[in-house]
């Protein structure tokens, strides 16, 4: 099946490789890169926000005003950023199903993963962030979380328990 099947290696995958995480020997910062902490994504090569930058920026510069001369890089200005943990890859094309053009093969970003899957490994759910195996896992996770809390309570209550049985006996020991 496609979803199973090997896609190429995510350096072979993204449109700009130029643009990818690469600290020069002198210190310089990635190819394109502004000093408004904006960096191309490795998709689509439009300038946007990293969210790494943001805290060398004062905070969320999403709600940033806009400075006189201050441009913007497309119709949809600073509502797209690069969240760190995307690999340059920007908050609108990690939600876009690509097609890989030697092999025809359609492939979407997994947040879980942290990479490009088959969009068949997405299963019934196309649009979602993550694929059928993150989404299992994560589901798993939950439901231990849930059980542990639910014992957690369940020993703290039967601790109140007896507290109020000990505080009881006492009370009738001295005749309360």
Known sequence: KTKDCAIPDFHQLVNFPDYL???????????GATSSGK??????????????????L??????????????????????HII????????TACDVTVWVY????????WCKGCKN??????????????KCVRCRD?????????KDELRQRRLRQNSKDEKKVEGHHEIAAAKGL
């Open 21 to 31: 995480n690469k600290v020069k020997a002198n210190g310089s910062e990635t190819p």
């Open 101 to 108: 053009v030697e092999s025809g093969l359609e492939i979407k």
């Open 83 to 90: 969240p760190r943990q995307n690999k340059g890859l920007c």
């Open 137 to 145: 896992r994560q589901r798993e996770k939950y439901a231990l979380q």
């Open 58 to 79: 004062g905070g969320n510069v999403m709600r940033r005003p806009k400075k006189s001369g201050e441009e913007e890089d497309d119709e949809e200005g600073d509502s």
């Open 39 to 56: 960096r191309p994504c490795v998709m689509c090569g439009k300038h946007r926000v990293c969210s790494a930058s943001t805290a060398n």
């Open 116 to 129: 490009f899957r088959p969009w068949a490994a997405f299963g019934d759910k196309g649009l979602a962030t």
